[in-house]
């Protein structure tokens, strides 16, 4: 039945009969509706009761089965009040840092099993149905009793109801039950307790349970009654028509007596309780009831289930497949009811019929035909199966979580990527969870880029859990695509199987490998692998798989005994295994590990093991190739076969053989040189080998077929060794000479030296060979790049050695710099030159010199003279260099075997050097080499991809005679964006921009004065930084200065001599606070201009300090520009950053009634605006001091980091608190602003009866408060408020609100103001209950509840005498501190009372005046004592009031977030507190406590905290702190959302480059959203990127479906008109037009954006001119009637023309003539007779 229409009738039939029904809220019998609705979704709407049975109990809610085939959910929080004090003890009592919510309540005593039983029936009430993100619909119920009983009242509670409540305490003869109901309490008896708790199998009742009692009897005028809980006794209590039950308080499980008045196919309606009607569904029709709304509709229900309460919970099994269902009934357009057994029925929704979208069942589908169904869910309520006949879910494997076993493989897609992991999609109704541990074999750093939402993944299963829901997947590939066995249980596993598992623990003994469901096993550390492991923590870590063996299983215990050696390995490993000789053999690869190879033999199938040092002869290629092992996520055999071919044996260990690939043994072996046996050896042979051992004594040297020398510590070196370690590491290759054979105990000794080898070998042949091992060593580095290209794809193609690559600096870290190179790739670069100093975020040039084969990086350089040359000719010198001849070679890196240098001599071309000499391996020969040295070297082999050149000696200082206080004619070579490189005979130095001038004008830049070649005079000032003694790295700075060529060379040399640190501390300290120095824009942002003082001192200029020009303020980026000097003023030196001011002296003050600027910080709707000052002074603007004209919300004519224009009004002696005005007539932003509402600086200036308007400042239960003015506040009192009875009037009157109100009575002495709201006395219209408003003069006050406003007089007449209406003394509001309206209380304008002669004898006194009225005491008397109550009520409420709006100290605020724990609101006006007073860290704090204290189920709430968070960053923070902080809140929200939010950022700082950036990663990321594409060509728009935005447009096209094209075409052409090109936007809108012309809508917005296009006035007739850019504002009117009178000749539809002849009509009315006018009313006539003359 539809409220509003029956409800009118009902009215209406009461007056013409008296037989009708007298309810005003029932229908008659002619109005009942005669449809029977089926009950879909739709019905369930916010607010229905609804009765349903439980079907699952889970930690955290209740499933609930509902009528219509339908679950709902009931939150653990919408139990009860009193189940939610009892959670939130207990979560308060728990360490919950990091845990899940379910986890945590899982374990606490709270359980819903001991309140709740599947199968029982409970009343509920819908709150919201959800769509969540997969645009299911979910339905959220509350059983609360709060919302329960909310229309119920104590005065109408009779005996018989049924009314929901919960247990609130045990007494000693009873329990108290709670109905959370106004002055309504329950008590029921002991003894029905306890047998209550027996039937629900519980010692006793628990506190918190919820019970639905049935009213026994009535006590203490509705205050008390004694309740039952008897499960009979409340199911057969009948509703009768002595309770005067209305439609609200009408609740679902009703038990009613109900008479047929009319029955049709779909079901029947029935009548009840003398007045209600509502309707049975078929599915319901059986015996009698549950209630359903909709639009005041009542569903019954006549199942046995819900009358009798014979619930069966045994359901056929969800999944179960139905073979011959049949069709029983067939609901058009809804589902089929078909027959499954004997018992049992079930329903098969229209959507589920098919697996294609059908509207209607075809012939398939008849009555009786059978079909097979599959089985997904039960309706208890309905006592029907839920069935689906699509054959996609059919032919599903698994249905529910109990069909998933661990071990299985599945298909899923991702619904999101979470911190902890990815969320998966199984099927409609699995989801999984596949942690971080387990997304890959390897840690990934950056999972966002493979794993894309909406993707297919492929999954192993590793544990299910049926009952909770929890399913855990993997996404290794290595268990994914494991061909060993699965184990899943300790019952089947075999000894000798192998499995692969993960690594779930390493420990100092060993480490616990995880299988699937949670199976594990030890691996004891000596069983780790092939060598013997120290330490496994450092060769293991957690997540890593491994291929595991069973050795022994303990099935009773759960034990495991596992290893890491295959059976093959364990059996092939034998003590008694022999080593012979060396041989050349091949291996296939088992294991990598951080210590080596686990290898196998392909001739002998013995295992075997290479060493890491065996990998080569050459550190550098051990190092890349062990992390190329390591890291391969598939094994490439191909690769691996290339790498591990042709290795030679070179002993053995207790357990394998040890195998090796340096190149030098190989060679050996092959070549037949190897000495086999100890007999062979003679003294002085030469030999190679590696060092085996170091020791105090010297090194042991291991040569192949096992022989081992030792070499003295003496003859290791040509130099003094004192530790064999320092200069040799194990697995060293050597060239060692025997110097010394013992015979007799078969030990010889050998020599290092590296003049004992040139002695025996030559030099020129010794220097032969070492080209030879160079080469060696540059062919296997190219076959590991060759590795590296096909399996990682590094060196990237196209980044060749010599090329120029541009990139953008990273960090710096020293004179190491990261740089990102265009393509993505990492590089690093070593700065050796100069003092030049660059800028993080920065682009640069570079020339690319070598490949990081352990890191995967690019090595650059960064040397002004590397990058002079293009690539063509840089690899031309190539032609031009000839071998064996010297030049000048300067190194730009050192590596451990190679050294990259320049030669200069040939425009800085790249050439190779080895490290070592001759192949002498000692470590201390590679510390004489620095970068930036030079040095004469020969060049010995030259080929087009290659120079290789051999060090000689190092050349000494180019510049001898270069010392500090010299004076040179330089000329300017390079000009970089903060200094200049300028040359002097053989030097560079560096002129810093401080360097430069002494006194230079405001906003000028010393560096616009140099060019390059100009000729300047410098004087050095600085060599080196106190390490370059021998010259090398040497940097030379200098100075322009005039006032530098004054100075002595003593003092220049004293301060040269001084560190870095030590020159910075001096300058620091010379800089006092109130002195004026020159500083240089070094950068804007935030807000804030970053100066540079000198070359390593940094200073900082607020925003407000920059000029007292507030469009300057608005604008700091183009006003103050990089480089330009400025005259500062000096505020505070913290010793480490200054504080400048380029407008306001250090001794600045302000002044009561000077005008400053100013920038907003905060807005708070109930106060006003908190602005920023300068000098670091913050103001509050009230309310009624933002504006001349008082507006509603009036805040919103602010935004955050708006600068405006303040005036001083008030100042306390502090400082600590400055009143400002916002007011145009105060600020004089205006010539002559107008003022609206005046404002009052005296009460002497208001008029008894003048109307005035006002914010409300406070409302308490007495009156409410108005401001007036910053210090004026004026009341309200109750009877004063309104001229009809408002019942709720606290509710309705909100801080904040903009009322008009009339003074009434003003008291000069004591400063009181009394207001009016009554219509009668401000003249406003009173607007009637019906529309729930009341209009108080020009303002209008929002009633949302349907409560009847009653008038009641102020005074009644009681025997013809009138007497005042009176108010209990209860309902004051008294305090202890009995304030008084005396003078000597100072009330001040924040609201704060002042009175310290208040004490506890004056409130005595206060409490002992205020007596009670007797009726002896005369009237006066009486009135007298009224006026003094009133008076003092005023006084404290407003006390209150002010000081309730007053949050000053963290404490208060943190009292306002536990209040409101979910409201984001309070947490954004914490943060805020906190940047007031520039705590940045703890503003940061409270954000982090908000993100864990706000529900997750608040979105909007935590997003408005991330927003916040990214904002703070964005003004306060780096760029890498915005961007940690924007990718967490990706992470955590919709990762749309907050890329928007973040642009929004960007754009309101100005900061567009950055914003560019993020548009393309957006759409990139999000390239199907229209949003995206449109709001990125709008932001080109408005950056003038015209040309930019049309390419975009184009793209947009490419990648947006179809149906969206429309729609960003058209957006287009309106930015066209807006932005771009006028004619281009007509010349969008023909072309669409001419596709669609029958779009009205189209030429709708055409016709708009062609005439605000511009002024169309300026002409009324037009003539046929081509419209172009030029005259297009001119020939506006023209092209505007030639487009109606195109768009009205469109064949188009009576509606669309009748709406452009309007439109048409309008633009002649405003812009036309009547000839013109005339026409197009000659148009319509002719149209309509056209149709006419087609009619007929």
């Not at 071919?645 to 207790?654: D, E, I, P, R």
């Not at 195998?659 to 190679?688: C, E, P, W, Y």
């Not at 030259?942 to 000696?953: A, F, R």
């Amino acid at each position: 039945i539809n409220s509003n229409e029956s409800v009118k009738k009902a009215k209406k039939a009461k007056q013409n009969s008296s037989t009708k029904a007298k309810r005003k809220d029932l229908p008659t019998n002619e109005e009942i509706v005669t449809n029977v609705d089926s009950i879909t979704i739709s019905t369930y709407k916010h607010g229905v009761s609804v009765l349903g049975i439980i079907k699952e109990i889970n930690p955290l809610d209740l499933a609930i089965s509902l009528p219509g085939l339908l679950t709902g959910y009931i939150h653990i929080s919408q139990i009860s009040d009193k189940v939610s004090q009892l959670l939130t003890k207990q979560l308060k009592s728990e360490d919950v840092a990091g845990e899940e919510e379910e986890d945590l309540i899982s374990r606490m005593d709270l359980d819903l099993n001991s309140f709740f039983q599947i199968g029982e029936m409970i009343r509920c009430i819908v709150d919201e149905v959800q769509v969540t993100k997969n645009k299911h619909k979910r339905i959220k119920l509350t059983m609360d009793p709060k919302i329960m009983n909310a229309k119920f009242k104590a005065s109408k509670i009779q005996a018989g109801m049924i009314l929901s409540g919960y247990i609130t305490s045990i007494e000693d003869h009873g329990y108290i039950v709670s109905f959370d109901i106004e002055n309504l309490v329950g008590f029921l008896s002991q003894q029905e307790g306890l047998e209550y708790a027996k039937t629900r199998e519980l010692d006793d009742l628990l506190i918190g349970l919820p019970v639905n009692c049935i009213v026994r009897n009535v006590k203490d005028n509705g205050r008390l009654i004694s309740v039952g809980v008897s499960s009979k006794e409340v199911l057969e209590a009948k509703a009768h028509e002595g309770m005067r039950l209305t439609y609200d308080t009408l609740q679902a499980g009703l038990y009613v007596n109900a008479t047929v008045t009319k029955i049709n196919p779909k079901g029947a309606q029935l009548a009840f309780l003398g007045g209600f009607y509502g309707s049975v569904t078929a599915d319901h029709f059986g015996q009698t009831e549950s209630l359903m709304e909709r639009s005041k509709k009542i569903g019954l229900s006549l199942l046995n289930t819900i009358i009798n309460y014979q619930v069966d919970v045994t359901q056929p099994e969800i999944g179960q497949i139905i073979e011959d269902a049949a069709i029983i009934r067939i609901d058009k357009g809804i589902g089929l009811l078909v027959q499954l057994n004997s018992k049992l029925k079930g329903y098969v929704h229209i959507s589920r019929a098919s697996d294609k979208h059908i509207d209607k069942f075809g012939k398939q589908y008849k009555l009786g035909s059978k079909h097979r169904c599959r089985v997904i869910g039960n309706s208890l309520i309905d006592e029907l199966a839920i069935l689906t006949m699509q054959e996609s879910v059919l032919e599903q494997q698994f249905v529910n979580y109990s069909d998933i076993k661990p071990g299985n493989l599945v298909m899923g897609k991702i619904i999101s990527l979470e911190d902890f992991g990815i969320l998966i999609q199984i099927t409609d109704h699995i989801k999984a969870l596949c942690p971080r541990l387990h997304m890959s074999d390897i840690t990934l750093k950056h999972p966002e880029k493979k794993f894309k939402e909406g993707n297919k993944i492929k999954c192993r299963v590793l544990t299910v859990n049926a009952k909770r829901k929890r399913l855990i997947l993997t996404h290794k590939k290595s268990m994914i695509q494991s061909p060993h066995v699965i184990i899943t249980s300790y019952e089947d596993i075999q000894d000798n199987v192998a499995a692969h598992g993960f690594i779930s623990s390493v420990r100092s003994n060993g480490c616990i490998v995880t299988f699937y469901n949670n199976i594990r096993g030890f691996v004891h550390k000596r069983n780790l692998s092939t060598q013997y492991i120290e330490n496994p923590e450092t060769v293991f870590f957690v997540g890593q798989v491994v291929l595991s063996y069973v050795l022994s299983s303990d099935k009773a215990n759960k034990k495991l005994n596992l290893s890491l050696k295959s059976p093959e390995i364990t059996s092939s490993s034998s003590s008694n295994l022999k080593f012979n000789q060396s041989k050349i053999v091949d291996v296939n690869l088992f294991r990598a590990s951080a210590e080596g190879l686990d290898v196998l033999m392909k001739q002998s199938g013995l295992a075997a093991s290479i060493p890491v040092y065996h990998l080569s002869d050459f550190q550098s290629n051990c190092e890349a190739l062990i992390k190329f092992f390591l890291l391969q996520e598939m094994v490439n055999k191909e690769v691996n076969s290339k790498l591990l071919k042709q290795l030679v044996t070179v002993g053995k260990t207790k357990s394998s053989v040890i195998v090796s690939r340096k190149q030098s043994f190989v060679d050996t072996v092959l070549n037949n040189s190897a000495i086999q046996n100890f007999d062979q050896l003679q003294v002085g042979l030469i030999m190679k080998g590696f060092i085996k051992l170091t020791m105090d004594y010297g090194c042991f040297v291991e040569f192949p077929n096992g022989l081992v020398g030792l070499a003295p510590i003496g003859l290791l070196s040509d130099g003094f060794v004192d530790d064999a370690s320092a200069c040799y590491s194990i697995g060293s290759s050597v060239i060692a000479k025997v110097t010394d054979i013992e015979y007799e105990r078969k030990r010889f000794l050998v020599s290092l030296r590296l003049s004992d080898y040139l002695k025996s070998k030559g030099k020129d042949d010794a220097k032969t060979e070492t080209l030879r091992i160079f080469d060696q060593y540059l062919d296997e580095r190219n076959t590991i790049i060759q590795a590296l290209e096909s399996v990682y794809d590094f060196p990237p193609s196209g980044i060749l050695i010599g090329e120029l690559v541009t990139g953008m600096i990273e960090s710096i870290d020293g004179k190491h710099v990261s740089l990102l190179l265009k393509k993505g790739q990492k590089a690093t670069a070593v700065i050796n030159f100069g003092d030049i100093n660059f800028v993080e975020n920065s682009s640069v040039t570079a020339r690319v010199i070598d490949y990081d084969l352990v890191s995967r990086t690019i090595c650059v350089s960064l040397h002004p003279d590397m990058i002079h040359y293009g690539s063509k000719q840089f690899f031309k010198m190539h032609k031009q260099i000839k071998a064996h001849t010297n030049t000048t070679a300067i190194i730009e890196l050192v590596t451990c075997d190679h050294i990259v240098c320049r030669l200069p001599d040939y425009k800085n071309v790249i050439a190779l050097a080895p490290t070592a000499q001759y192949w002498s391996n000692a470590k201390k020969v590679r510390r004489n080499y620095i970068v930036g040295s030079r040095f004469t070297a020969t060049i010995e082999r030259v080929t087009m991809t290659k120079i290789i050149v051999h060090l000689l000696k190092e050349i000494a200082d180019e510049s001898p005679g270069v010392s500090v206080g010299q004076v040179f004619d330089a000329k300017v070579e390079i000009i970089r964006q903060f200094y200049a490189v300028v040359k002097f005979g053989n030097s560079y130095g560096t002129v810093h921009i401080t360097e430069i001038v002494d006194e230079i004008e405001d906003g000028e830049s010393p560096l616009a004065s140099l060019s390059l070649g100009r000729s300047i005079k410098v004087r050095i000032i600085n060599i080196g930084n106190g390490k370059s003694k021998t010259g090398k790295g040497i940097k030379i700075e200098c100075s322009a200065k005039p006032s530098v060529f004054q100075l002595s060379t003593t003092v220049l040399e004293a301060k040269a001599k001084e560190t870095d640190e030590d020159r910075n501390k001096s300058i620091l300290q010379s800089i006092k606070p109130g002195d004026r120095i020159v500083a240089y824009v070094h950068s804007v942002r935030s807000f804030c201009i970053h100066v540079l003082i000198s070359r390593n001192i940094k200073g900082k200029i607020f925003g407000l300090h920059a000029s007292k020009d507030e469009n300057v303020l608005r604008d700091l980026s183009n006003h103050f520009k990089v480089c330009q000097a400025y005259r500062c003023y000096v505020l505070h030196n913290s010793g480490d950053t200054v504080d400048l001011s380029i407008a306001y002296p250090y001794d600045s003050e302000f002044d009561v009634g000077c005008i400053v600027p100013g920038r907003i910080i905060n807005l708070v709707y109930k106060l006003g605006a908190v602005v920023q000052l300068p000098l670091r002074r913050c103001g509050v603007a009230s309310l009624t001091n933002i504006s001349d004209e008082y507006k509603e919300d009036i805040t919103t004519m602010l935004s955050a980091k708006q600068i405006v224009r303040c005036c001083i009004l008030k100042i306390s002696s502090d400082y600590k608190k400055i009143d400002v005005s916002l007011r145009a007539s105060r600020t004089k932003n205006e010539l002559h602003p107008k003022v609206v509402d005046k404002e009052i600086k005296d009460i002497k200036e208001i008029v008894n009866g003048e109307i005035l308007r006002g914010y409300i400042k406070g409302v308490s239960k007495k009156g409410v408060f108005v401001a007036l003015s910053n210090t004026i506040t004026g009341r309200i009192k109750i009877k004063n408020l309104s001229d009809k009875f408002i019942e709720d009037w606290v509710s309705k009157f909100k801080d904040g609100m903009l009322v008009t109100t009339k003074v009434i009575g003003i008291d000069l002495e004591t400063q009181h103001i009394e207001l009016s709201l009554k219509e009668s006395a401000v003249k406003g219209v009173l607007i009637r209950n019906e529309k729930s408003t009341i209009k108080v003069g020009a303002d209008e006050v929002i009633i949302n509840d349907d409560s009847d406003l009653e008038s009641v007089d102020e005074e009644k007449e009681t025997n013809g005498v009138k007497r005042k209406r009176s108010i209990p003394d209860e309902s004051r509001l008294m305090l202890p501190s009995g304030f008084q309206w005396s003078s000597e209380t100072e009330l001040h304008s924040d609201g704060n009372i002042n009175d310290p002669n208040i004490t506890d004898e004056n409130q005595s006194d206060t409490d002992d005046s205020i007596e009670v009225l007797s009726k002896t005491q005369s009237k006066r008397r009486r009135r007298a004592i009224d006026k003094a109550e009133e008076e003092e009520i005023y006084r404290t409420e407003l006390a209150l009031v002010n000081n309730g709006n007053a949050l000053e100290t963290p404490d208060d605020f943190d009292r306002l977030v536990v209040s409101n724990p979910d409201d984001s609101s309070a947490w954004l006006q914490y943060m805020a507190y906190y940047l007031q007073t520039a705590e940045i860290d703890k503003s940061r704090d409270v954000a982090e406590r908000a993100l864990k204290t706000i529900s997750f189920r608040e979105s909007e709430h935590l997003l408005n905290i991330w927003i916040a968070m990214m904002n703070l960053e964005n003004l306060y923070g780096t760029q890498e702190s915005l961007l940690k902080v924007f990718e967490r809140a990706v992470q955590r929200n919709n990762p749309k959302d907050v890329f928007f939010q973040l642009s929004r950022i960007y754009i309101r700082s100005d900061k567009h480059d950055l914003a560019d950036k993020l548009f393309q990663n957006m759409i990139k990321r999000f390239n199907t959203s229209k949003k995206v594409w449109i709001r990125y060509g709008q932001f080109l728009f408005e950056c003038n990127k015209v040309d930019g935005a049309r390419k975009i447009l184009q793209r947009s096209l490419k990648s947006l479906p179809k149906r969206k094209h429309l729609d960003i075409i058209i957006k287009f052409a309106q930015f066209e008109f807006k932005y771009g090109d006028h004619a281009r936007g007509c010349t969008i809108f023909e072309s669409v037009l001419s596709n669609y012309p029958k779009r009205t809508d189209l030429w709708s917005v055409y016709i708009d954006m062609v005439i605000k296009d511009g002024d169309i006035d300026q002409v009324r007739e037009g003539s046929n001119v081509k419209v172009t850019n030029s005259n297009f504002g001119f020939q506006r009117s023209l092209y505007c009637r030639k487009i109606f009178e195109k768009s009205v000749k469109i064949n188009l539809s009576s509606k669309k023309i009748k709406f452009l002849f309007k439109r048409y009509m309008e633009f002649e009315s405003k812009y036309g003539n009547e000839e013109s006018i005339e026409h197009v009313k000659q148009m319509a006539v002719d149209y309509v007779s056209s149709q006419i003359d087609k009619t007929n």
